[in-house]
């Protein structure tokens, strides 16, 4: 059970340049959401979604988009990269149920020069 | 909105002293409780949970009571170790709403 799996690990980009960070979980979660953890600073939600095809914004969804076309993806697409983008960024995805935890990925760590 | 309020860090122990990280929370309904731990360069992975009022959850010698009273979920042990150095956060869920998280509360254990 490979749990939430994000890909890459580790990547360096230049001002301007777009990517997308993979998401994918095969624990058929309903929920999945994209978050960024700055040095010394906690998480921050920049998108989320509740199921195949629905998402929502989280506290700093500018200059990221997302997509939710099947259950067990969800990209993380940077549009224009931003030095300000420079972050280490986690995937995670619960059951819709309240009661259950989330499951975290390994993380991305992303430099914007 | 709701909100998790967590103590400010660093907090710095010595071997085998006993922890309190303290976590208080804001929310309408009836939202499930979680403590996280993050190892130095790893993601964050579920510490314990209570999922209602006067639940303990407990794993690794942690413990925390969900206190609806008190709306507050506090993080102890009794005798920390070195391997217990970490970053800790405290959470909510309620239903499909986005999870409401602390800020994270660093740990240093000296030996």
Same mark, same amino acid.
């Given at each position: 059970?490979?749990?939430v799996?994000?890909?890459?690990?580790?990547?360096?980009?230049?001002?301007?340049?777009?990517?997308?960070l993979?998401?994918?979980?095969?624990?058929?979660? *309903?929920?999945?959401?994209?978050?960024?953890?700055?040095?010394?600073?906690?998480?921050?939600?920049?998108?989320?979604?509740? &199921?195949?095809?629905?998402?929502?914004? &989280?506290?700093?969804?500018?200059?990221y988009?997302?997509?939710?076309?099947?259950? *067990?993806?969800?990209?993380?697409?940077?549009?224009?990269?931003?030095?300000?983008?420079?972050?280490?960024?986690?995937?995670?995805?619960?059951? &819709?149920?309240?009661?259950?935890?989330?499951?975290?990925?390994? &993380?991305?760590?992303?430099?914007?020069? | 909105?709701?909100?998790?309020?967590?103590?400010?860090?660093?907090?710095?122990?010595?071997?085998?002293?006993?922890?309190?990280?303290?976590?208080?929370?804001?929310?309408?309904?009836?939202?499930?409780?979680?403590?996280?731990?993050?190892?130095?360069?790893?993601?964050?992975?579920?510490?314990?949970?209570?999922?209602?009022?006067d639940?303990?959850?407990?794993?690794?010698?942690?413990?925390?009571?969900?206190?609806?009273?008190?709306?507050?979920?506090?993080?102890?042990?009794?005798?920390?170790?070195?391997?217990?150095?970490?970053?800790?956060?405290?959470?909510?869920?309620?239903?499909?709403?986005?999870?409401?998280?602390?800020?994270?509360?660093?740990?240093?254990?000296?030996p």
């Amino acid at each position: 059970n490979a749990g939430v799996t994000q890909t890459p690990k580790f990547q360096v980009l230049k001002t301007g340049q777009s990517m997308t960070l993979q998401c994918a979980q095969d624990m058929n979660h *309903e929920y999945m959401s994209w978050y960024r953890q700055d040095p010394g600073m906690g998480l921050r939600l920049i998108h989320y979604s509740v &199921g195949a095809g629905i998402t929502d914004q &989280g506290e700093v969804p500018n200059g990221y988009n997302v997509s939710r076309s099947t259950t *067990e993806d969800f990209p993380l697409r940077l549009l224009s990269a931003a030095p300000s983008q420079t972050s280490v960024y986690f995937c995670a995805s619960r059951e &819709g149920n309240g009661n259950q935890p989330q499951h975290f990925g390994d &993380g991305t760590r992303l430099s914007i020069l | 909105g709701d909100s998790v309020t967590q103590m400010e860090g660093p907090v710095t122990l010595s071997e085998e002293a006993f922890l309190t990280i303290n976590c208080t929370y804001t929310a309408t309904g009836y939202p499930s409780l979680f403590w996280y731990v993050q190892y130095p360069g790893e993601g964050l992975q579920l510490l314990l949970k209570a999922t209602k009022a006067d639940d303990k959850g407990s794993n690794k010698g942690f413990e925390a009571t969900y206190r609806k009273e008190t709306t507050s979920f506090h993080l102890e042990k009794g005798s920390v170790q070195v391997s217990d150095s970490a970053v800790y956060f405290c959470a909510l869920n309620k239903g499909y709403q986005k999870v409401t998280f602390g800020t994270g509360t660093k740990l240093q254990v000296i030996p």
